[in-house]
């Protein structure tokens, strides 16, 4: 049976992260707490935005309304990365070889790895960042589609229109698509190689979490009743196939997912606190957590998919072990 060790903090959690084999809370007031042989803390930003682990998994980036980026590592020291004043930092991307790109206003920065910063400004609000997961590239979410750019070069931006806020930006695992969370509570994405546009409609509410599968081959979103989820395997995505649909319930909306880091298996939070776990093969159910104060907004599994690090909008956060 899973098992809950529960942490009651004070703030809404943004993010869940595992440095190590250490979990880490990152809470909308700046402090960053983690369980490491007893509860820590550490003040990150005055007032946090953004949060996400680096690729190599050893540290924590955090973004906030203090204008700065930092870097915290799993013994919980704060290195400042990037200051730029009173301005608040949206978005947060990490990249190889250490690159950061986050963005303020209309403005998406990069820190390369060799320590310079690349400014690439845009006409309306940068709202997302991501990083490809071969090469220096990012892609920037903006009013009316999504930017592509090198910016190791002073190469021309490539463009992808289409009408409408995009929110949020997250390429496929392996390169072949981009795909944008938009303000009208649908995806959009594109194919690469040939530019050609993917719809992906219906949801009752915007989409505000979405993760790949293990292997790209499933791309799972919240904004339902159930946790939709995209198939990737074709050429072409998901264009004329239906979506599965796993842990639907009547009542609540799925506001988090996560796919755990091997397995066709996704972890499913919902906006009353329940957590459960729902297999792609069979869309077989285990509940995880039963429901609590508030909606999760975050999680995240261990690198031996055995634990889930999960945070609530109340400050309800925890640990869920599945290996008994």
Not at 98 to 124: C, M, N, Q, S, W
Not at 218 to 232: D, E, K, M, T, Y
Not at 252 to 274: E, F, Q, R
Request: proline share 6%.
């Amino acid at each position: 049976m899973p098992t809950v060790a529960p942490l009651d903090l004070d703030s809404h959690c943004i993010a869940t992260a595992w440095l190590d084999d250490t979990p880490h809370f990152a809470l909308a007031d700046g402090v960053v707490h983690r369980l490491d042989n007893g509860h820590k803390q550490v003040e990150a930003n005055d007032g946090l935005l953004a949060a996400t682990r680096t690729l190599d998994g050893k540290a924590l980036l955090t973004a906030g309304e203090d204008g700065r980026v930092c870097k915290i590592s799993p013994e919980g020291g704060v290195e400042t990365l990037a200051e730029i004043g009173r301005k608040w930092v949206t978005s947060l991307a990490a990249g190889p070889q250490g690159a950061v790109a986050f963005a303020t206003g209309r403005i998406a920065h990069v820190l390369l790895p060799d320590a310079k910063e690349k400014k690439l400004e845009h006409p309306r609000s940068v709202e997302g960042v991501a990083f490809a997961p071969k090469g220096l590239r990012i892609a920037v979410a903006r009013y009316n589609g999504a930017t592509l750019h090198f910016p190791a070069t002073d190469g021309k931006p490539t463009e992808l229109e289409w009408a409408g806020a995009h929110t949020a930006v997250t390429f496929s695992p392996d390169g072949n698509f981009l795909v944008t969370a938009m303000q009208e509570s649908a995806l959009h994405g594109w194919k690469l190689s040939d530019g050609k546009h993917m719809r992906m409609s219906g949801y009752p509410a915007k989409v505000k979490s979405f993760s790949w599968s293990a292997k790209g081959k499933w791309l799972a979103s919240s904004g339902a009743p159930a946790a939709i989820v995209w198939p990737f395997q074709a050429k072409d995505g998901p264009m004329g196939k239906a979506p599965l649909e796993l842990g639907t319930r009547g009542d609540t909306m799925v506001t988090c997912v996560a796919c755990h880091p091997d397995s066709d298996i996704l972890a499913i939070g919902y906006g009353d606190g329940m957590v459960i776990a729902a297999r792609f093969a069979d869309q077989k159910e285990v509940l995880l957590r039963r429901p609590g104060k508030g909606a999760v907004t975050a999680m995240a599994w261990d690198s031996a998919g055995q634990r889930i690090a999960f945070g609530a909008e109340t400050g309800e956060c925890g640990i869920i072990d599945i290996s008994g």
